[in-house]
C-alpha cells in the first residue's frame, strides 16, 4: 500500500471520535495506520502504569505497585509479566541492556534476565533512591536523593559497589552510553563520569536548573537547562561543541535523531537543530514534545495531548490527529513507530501506511562498553480483544477495536500465570 499524498494533509486535517483507542479511518486520513494495541491488565483503582522503556525490539514498563512486564514492541505480544520486590512498592526504571533489564523497588536493586523476567540478584541501595536506574553491559547505576551515585557490577552481585557524592539533590536516571555515565542535579550541574573506570571525567555548570536527563549520538552529550540553551559537549572530554538558545526554559529531553536533534520549550515550541553545527532548522510554536520521526515527517504532541503531523523539511504543520483525554506519546527516538499508552495500561502502536517494517534509526545493542587497554579492571573496586473479564475498566476500549482485528501470538510462559500475578487477565491485539 503506498503512502498517502502529504498533499492529501492540512492543518485543518481533524478527526473527531470519542474512546482511546485511535480509529482506523481518523488514522488513514493522516497517512498513518495502527499496527495493533494491547492492554495491560492493572486495577486501575490499586495500580497504574508509571514508566516505559523502548530498548531495541521490547517496550518495558513498571507498575506503581511493583509489576514488570515486557511486550514486543513490534507486535503487542506479551514475553513476561513479573511482580518485583514487595507487592504494593513503587517500581522505578526499567533500565534494560541486551541481557537484563533493572528496576529500583523500595531501598533494593533488583536485576532481570531480558528474556523470560526471572530475577538474577537483587541488593540493597545504601539510601533512599532518587530516580530508576540506568545500566551500560555490565553496570547498574542509581543516583539517591542526596546526589549520590551508586554504581554495581551486573555480573558480579557481591562486588563492593562504587559511589560518588554530587551536589545537589538527584531527581533523574543518569543517562549511560559505551563509555561515559552522566548525571543532572538541582544544582544546575551535570556530572560525567567513566563508565568503563573509576573516576570523575568533568561537570558542567549552567545558568539555571537541569530538570530533564541529557540525549546522547555518537559520543555527543545534548543537555537542556532551564537557563533556555541546549547545549552540545564532547562526552568524554567536556568540551563545548555549541549551544543554542531556545528563548523559553527547557523542562524535557533533547531527541536525538540522524543528523538532527529535537529540543522543546516552553513557548512551547519544537526546535529542530543541526546535531553538527547547532544551526537551527526550523522550529514550530504550539508543538509540545518530539514523538518520533518517520522517513518525510516528524510526529509531535500539542499542549491537548494531539498528535501533529510534521513536515520533516520545514516543520510546517501537516495534520493533526486527536487523541482521548489521558492518552500520552513515547518520545521514540530509535524507529518510526508511534506508541501512545496511558496510565491503565492502554498501549497501542501506529506507523506510516505501508511501513510493515520499522524504520530503524539506532540500535540500543550498539552501545556496548568500547575495549580499553584497562577494560578488564572493575571500575567499583573490590488485535481482536477476547472476551473481557468482569471488573475489566477498558470494557469499552476493547470493544471500540474493529471485528477484523486477531489477537497477537503471546510467548508460552507458564511461570508468569503464578499467584496473585495482576496481569493474569492481558489481552493483546495485532
Excluded at 21 to 39: D, K, N, Y
Excluded at 198 to 206: A, M
Excluded at 314 to 320: A, Q, V
Aim: proline letters at 5%; aromatic letters at 10%; hydrophobic letters at 35%.
Amino acid at each position: 500500500m503506498s503512502l498517502v499524498t502529504l498533499a492529501c494533509l492540512s492543518a485543518s486535517t481533524q478527526y473527531v471520535y470519542a474512546g482511546p483507542l485511535i480509529p482506523r479511518p481518523a488514522a488513514s486520513q493522516v497517512g498513518l495506520e495502527r499496527a495493533w494495541f494491547a492492554q495491560i491488565g492493572t486495577d486501575p483503582a490499586r495500580s497504574e502504569v508509571t514508566a516505559w522503556t523502548l530498548h531495541d525490539d521490547c517496550l518495558f514498563g513498571v507498575t506503581d505497585s511493583g509489576t514488570a512486564f515486557a511486550l514486543d514492541a513490534n507486535t503487542g505480544a506479551r514475553l513476561w509479566v513479573r511482580q518485583v520486590g514487595k507487592q504494593g512498592y513503587r517500581a522505578f526504571g526499567p533500565g534494560a541492556n541486551s541481557r537484563f533489564v533493572a528496576i529500583v523497588s523500595g531501598a533494593k536493586l533488583y536485576l532481570l534476565n531480558r528474556d523470560d523476567g526471572r530475577l538474577m540478584w537483587s541488593r540493597d541501595l545504601g539510601s533512599a533512591p532518587g530516580a530508576g536506574p540506568a545500566i551500560t553491559e555490565d553496570y547498574a547505576f542509581v543516583v539517591m536523593l542526596t546526589g549520590r551515585v551508586e554504581g554495581y557490577d551486573l555480573n558480579d552481585p557481591d562486588a563492593r559497589p562504587w559511589y560518588y557524592n554530587s551536589r545537589g539533590r538527584a531527581y533523574l536516571r543518569p543517562v549511560t552510553t559505551g563509555e561515559v555515565v552522566s548525571w543532572p542535579t538541582s544544582a544546575g550541574l551535570l556530572y560525567v563520569s567513566s563508565a568503563t573506570k573509576l573516576g570523575l571525567l568533568y561537570r558542567l555548570e549552567t545558568n539555571d536548573e537541569i530538570v530533564a536527563p541529557p540525549a546522547e549520538m555518537d559520543g555527543n552529550l545534548y543537555i537542556a537547562s532551564l537557563d533556555g540553551y541546549l547545549y552540545s559537549i564532547d562526552g568524554l572530554t567536556g568540551n563545548e561543541n555549541w549551544r543554542f538558545a531556545t528563548g523559553y526554559p527547557v523542562e524535557t529531553a533533547p531527541a536525538v535523531v540522524g543528523k538532527r536533534v529535537y529540543v522543546s520549550s516552553s513557548e512551547p515550541a519544537i526546535h529542530a537543530v543541526d546535531t553538527k553545527s547547532g544551526r537551527e532548522l526550523w522550529d514550530i510554536a504550539g508543538s509540545n514534545i518530539f514523538v518520533a520521526q518517520g522517513k518525510s515527517r516528524v510526529y509531535a504532541a500539542d499542549s491537548r495531548g494531539s498528535l501533529q503531523i510534521l513536515d520533516t523539511e520545514t516543520g510546517s504543520i501537516l495534520g493533526t490527529l486527536n487523541t482521548a483525554e489521558g492518552i500520552y506519546p513515547l518520545v521514540n527516538e530509535q524507529t518510526d513507530r508511534i506508541y501512545l499508552v496511558n496510565r491503565h495500561g492502554l498501549v497501542q502502536c501506529l506507523h506510516e501506511i505501508g511501513a510493515d517494517k520499522p524504520l530503524r534509526h539506532r540500535s540500543m545493542a550498539k552501545a556496548k562498553l568500547k575495549k580499553e587497554d584497562d577494560s578488564d579492571v572493575n571500575p567499583f573496586g573490590e488485535e481482536t480483544p477476547v472476551e473481557a473479564g468482569e471488573g475489566n475498566a477498558f470494557d469499552e476500549a476493547l470493544e471500540a477495536g474493529p471485528a477484523e482485528e486477531t489477537p497477537a501470538e503471546e510467548r508460552a510462559d507458564e511461570a508468569d500465570q503464578g499467584e496473585n500475578n495482576l496481569f493474569d487477565d492481558l489481552d493483546f491485539f495485532e
